[in-house]
């Protein structure tokens, strides 16, 4: 295997910038969870604005923030309407049962994008005794396993008026929004203002080393923060890693934009290779995820091969690969790939 390495499993292995560990050091600190750490209330202060809502609550990770906003919106018992492929159905160990005890009812969709009549057909009959009380609504977006899909905000428009007239919430799993945003035009608080809660990560596309962000109002701020304190979420000097998200929002938003072409342009470069099943066109932000089919080899084996290449990728199953782009991978890696891919798939 070659030296140096062009890693496209996933934007979380972005390292903190020079700029970012300066300001872990000189970060001005407190007790946060007794409230007084000036550089935690900065973040939090900055969040709450840039998504248009009245607070937020820095947390150690994606999946906590999730998790978290499902247990203030939901009783045990009730049931919440999730997307067949999100994180929250599969990736959160489960733990809108262990840590809600609610039940999900997953919609299987290619796009992320749950039609509004399919919800409809979903909701349960809550004066039937039968029956679990339908209680939220969970959205992706972008849309991690479907390929970093963006959900139109014309559907979010009527989804919200949906929800709004069957008293459901909106929780947004907005761990790549920013990517949408870059990709859209449209402000994060735009889509914010169509959702209840918004989680949304610093520690991706944004290079943070640690954290992410639930956004709200202050009524669902003030229980999210009690459940994170049950979860053991409360951080006491959590300064010194508050201080480089803050560099995150400040400076790494706009450049999300480039993450999204080169993405794109892996695509592009990649899509006719044999036993590759990949329309460039649904590649809208900074990941790609292919389909394989005889002659090309199963995931591991293509992955394998890339890694022998200096390239890696991300074998999901054994029919699907994902690539991501990030803040630590430039042009020469993305030829990188493609030639690699070309090399590989070629034969
Ligand atoms: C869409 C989505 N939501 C939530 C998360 C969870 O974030 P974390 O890894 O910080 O728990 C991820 C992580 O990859 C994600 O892709």
């Keep these: 295997m070659s030296e140096r390495v062009s890693d496209f499993r996933s934007d979380t292995v972005t390292r903190p910038t020079p700029e970012m560990r300066k ?199 003030e229980r999210a923060s009690r459940v994170r304190k049950m979860l053991g979420g409360g951080m006491r000097q959590v300064g010194v890693i508050a201080a480089p998200a803050i560099i995150s929002l400040d400076s790494m938003v706009d450049r999300l934009e480039f993450d999204n072409e080169r993405c794109h342009q892996i695509a592009v470069g990649i899509a006719e290779l044999p036993g590759l099943l990949l329309d460039p066109k649904t590649v809208e932000t900074n990941i790609l995820i292919a389909h394989l089919e005889p002659p090309a080899p199963s995931a591991g084996e293509l992955c394998e091969a890339l890694e022998a290449r200096g390239v890696l990728g991300l074998p999901l199953g054994d029919d699907t690969v994902r690539f991501v782009t990030h803040h630590d991978v430039d042009a020469d890696d993305v030829a990188r790939l493609v030639d690699a891919m070309r090399e590989v798939l070629r034969g």
């Excluded at 007084?36 to 900055?46: A, G």
């Excluded at 977006?141 to 959900?151: F, K, Q």
Aim: hydrophobic share 40%; proline share 5%.
């Design 23 to 221: 300001s872990m050091a000189a970060a001005v600190v407190g007790d946060d969870v007794l409230g007084d750490d000036p550089t935690v209330q900065e973040l939090e202060e900055k969040s709450a604005k840039m998504f248009g809502k009245d607070a937020a609550l820095f947390v150690p990770s994606g999946t906590m923030g999730n998790e978290m906003a499902i247990n203030v919106w939901s009783r045990p018992g009730d049931e919440i309407i999730v997307e067949a492929r999100s994180h929250v159905y599969l990736y959160e160990g489960a733990g809108t049962a262990v840590i809600s005890g609610v039940q999900v009812c997953p919609i299987e969709t290619s796009d992320g994008v749950m039609p509004i009549d399919k919800i409809r057909a979903s909701l349960r009959d809550s004066t039937d005794i039968h029956c679990p009380r339908t209680s939220l609504v969970c959205i992706e977006n972008t849309h991690n396993i479907l390929g970093g899909r963006v959900l139109p905000i014309d559907y979010l428009r009527l989804l919200r008026a949906f929800t709004s007239e069957h008293g459901l919430r909106i929780h947004l799993d907005g761990a790549r929004l920013f990517n949408a945003s870059c990709a859209t035009g449209i402000p994060a608080a735009e889509y914010a203002a169509l959702a209840d809660s918004v989680m949304f990560c610093l520690s991706k596309g944004l290079c943070a080393p640690i954290g992410s962000m639930l956004v709200g109002d202050s009524e669902f701020i």
